[in-house]
T-cell receptor, first 112, second 114 residues
Framework: SQKIEQNSEALNIQEGKTATLTCNYTNYSPAYLQWYRQDPGRGPVFLLLIRENEKEKRKERLKVTFDTTLKQSLFHITASQPADSATYLC???????????FGRGTSLIVHP | DVKVTQSSRYLVKRTGEKVFLECVQDMDHENMFWYRQDPGLGLRLIYFSYDVKMKEKGDIPEGYSVSREKKERFSLILESASTNQTSMYLCASPPLLAGPDTQYFGPGTRLTVL
């Protein structure tokens, strides 16, 4: 069966360090992968999309990599700040339906 | 700059009541989605719509129905609310399905069924 796995344990890091979050998947042929930020009690906010034929995407302090051989995406926040503390969700869409399926998210806590 | 709005942020209903959750987008998008989000389970797709009057079941449609009479409005209906439908409900609308460069979610409706 199809699975999207994100680390359920919170990631705690110090301000200024690079945060790296992982999204692994099985039994998908993804057309694209998305990353979202979600704050408590709020709807997710779209951050980045990376397509199957792209290896890396950047946006300001954010970087996403996509390895379809390893079936993994890494999401990096450089020079992290306490304001980056949130839950980060990954979502995959296959070429058949293009409807994204979400992982359960990983909580990031950046300590001052 | 409002793009996706939901009718209520918080809602409390009683078991057996018929509940309407409304979502409106101002971007003229064809696609609209309804998800529910529960701790430990993540976002799960209930229903989606490709166009006016068109609807497709998602992963967990049981106990729900939807209505899309106008392009900008997508309603989720709980025919007879039950306590296991207590959840956060999120509406979303992407501009395209095949590789959208962005995706918009509403603020969510936290529904409690007593």
């Amino acid at each position: 069966s199809q699975k999207i796995e994100q680390n359920s344990e919170a990631l705690n890091i110090q301000e200024g360090k690079t945060a790296t979050l992982t999204c692994n998947y099985t039994n998908y042929s993804p057309a694209y992968l998305q990353w979202y930020r979600q704050d408590p009690g709020r709807g997710p906010v779209f951050l980045l999309l990376i397509r199957e034929n792209e290896k890396e995407k950047r946006k300001e302090r954010l970087k996403v990599t996509f390895d379809t051989t390893l079936k993994q995406s890494l999401f990096h926040i450089t020079a992290s700040q306490p304001a980056d503390s949130a839950t980060y969700l990954c979502a995959l869409a296959s070429g058949g339906s293009y409807i994204p399926t979400f992982g359960r998210g990983t909580s990031l806590i950046v300590h001052p | 700059d409002v793009k996706v709005t939901q009718s209520s942020r918080y809602l409390v209903k009683r078991t057996g009541e018929k509940v309407f959750l409304e979502c409106v987008q101002d971007m003229d998008h064809e696609n609209m989605f309804w998800y529910r989000q529960d701790p430990g389970l993540g976002l799960r797709l209930i229903y989606f719509s490709y166009d006016v009057k068109m609807k497709e079941k998602g992963d967990i449609p049981e106990g729900y129905s939807v209505s899309r009479e106008k392009k900008e409005r997508f309603s989720l209906i709980l025919e007879s609310a039950s306590t296991n439908q207590t959840s956060m409900y999120l509406c979303a609308s992407p501009p395209l399905l095949a590789g959208p460069d962005t995706q918009y979610f509403g603020p969510g409706t936290r529904l409690t069924v007593l």
